[in-house]
């Protein structure tokens, strides 16, 4: 069977939830996430830099990061295992501003997502899982930031019933200590 890289691009201006290419046969699969050829052929231009991966467990949560300089865009997928992915749209001048979209991302559905420059990032571990990033631009830790996953002006419906409530729910020190949206405003806008 072949599946072929279907691009649907978001009601977040520059947000794309891609289908990868698959190719299965009775060894396995063959899949491709990215070749740039063939994303610009579909007007997306992802200048890779850096590739990395994330090991979690069931019922972790990466909040909403995002990096204030040298911003990244990425391309996101989840290589096994099972995520609720959440971009949230951070350009002051976007009509969506403020606007979040979740997605299911698994190891079987061979979805992705581009996520653009300006936007938050975050998601809840279903599943053991290993994530994959593209980014765009490199890493940079004196950059890092992030607003908190719980964060009422934003207000992400984080599916925690399919991790067993929210006492099943692991955060990392820093995960925990993240500011609200409102202080992000007064900081950066």
Request: overall charge negative; some cysteine.
């Amino acid at each position: 069977m072949i599946q072929k890289f279907e691009f649907e691009k978001l009601d977040l201006d520059g947000a794309y939830q891609i289908t990868t290419f698959k190719s299965t046969d009775v060894r396995g699969a063959f899949i491709k996430d990215y070749s740039q050829p063939l994303f610009e052929a579909n007007e997306i231009h992802h200048d890779l830099k850096e590739v990395f991966y994330t090991v979690s467990k069931k019922g972790v949560i990466r909040a909403l990061h995002f990096q204030r300089v040298h911003e990244q865009a990425k391309l996101v997928r989840c290589v096994s295992g099972k995520i609720y992915d959440v971009i949230v749209d951070l350009r002051p001048e976007s009509k969506t501003f403020m606007q979040w979209r979740g997605f299911y991302l698994t190891g079987e559905n061979c979805r992705e997502l581009l996520v653009p420059e300006l936007f938050a990032h975050g998601y809840l571990v279903l599943e053991d899982s290993i994530v994959s990033y593209k980014c765009a631009e490199n890493f940079y830790g004196e950059y890092d930031d992030g607003i908190m996953w719980n964060d009422p002006d934003i207000d992400v419906k984080w599916p925690l019933d399919e991790v067993g409530g929210m006492d099943n729910v692991i955060f990392a020190d820093k995960d925990k200590n993240l500011q609200s949206f409102a202080e992000y405003k007064r900081k950066y806008l």
